[in-house]
């Protein structure tokens, strides 16, 4: 099984929110997960933000920075190129998402041309409900 792992996905596994557990299961192997230069970016600012908000919590996000990236580095990281930025520029089942979002979304389409079978796991409802129009199966189920 190959993944596309969208950010409200791996952000639940990386907080620890109640669905992580069921989005863990996805992200290690036998798994094979490709994420974004988008996540990867997401993410961290994520992370920034909840130092922020909370500067008694600046040693625990370094934790969570660290487990994120030692677990992602057997992930493949797609660039946001030029054919992902123009086919997120291009219509979408439903053209009211968010550029980031389609961003999202247009990667998995460019990585399923080259690589096949692909499914996207993400929480965003408005992702899932563009991947299943866009004949992605979507994790979780």
Avoid: K, Q
Avoid at 81 to 108: G, K, W
């Amino acid at each position: 099984m190959t993944v596309y792992a969208e950010t409200s996905a791996v952000l639940a596994w990386l907080l620890g929110e109640p669905s992580g557990s069921r989005i863990a299961t996805y992200l290690r192997p036998p798994a094979s997960v490709i994420w974004s230069d988008l996540t990867l970016i997401e993410c961290d600012r994520a992370l920034r933000r909840l130092a922020n908000r909370r500067p008694d919590s600046l040693g625990d996000t370094e934790v969570l920075r660290s487990r994120l990236t030692a677990v992602a580095a057997g992930w493949a990281l797609e660039p946001i190129a030029r054919p992902v930025v123009d086919r997120a520029r291009a219509p979408f089942p439903d053209d009211t998402i968010r550029s980031l979002d389609a961003i999202h979304l247009a990667t998995a389409i460019v990585v399923r041309l080259s690589i096949g079978d692909l499914d996207v796991l993400s929480l965003d409802a408005r992702v899932r409900a563009n991947a299943v129009a866009l004949g992605f199966r979507v994790l979780p189920d």
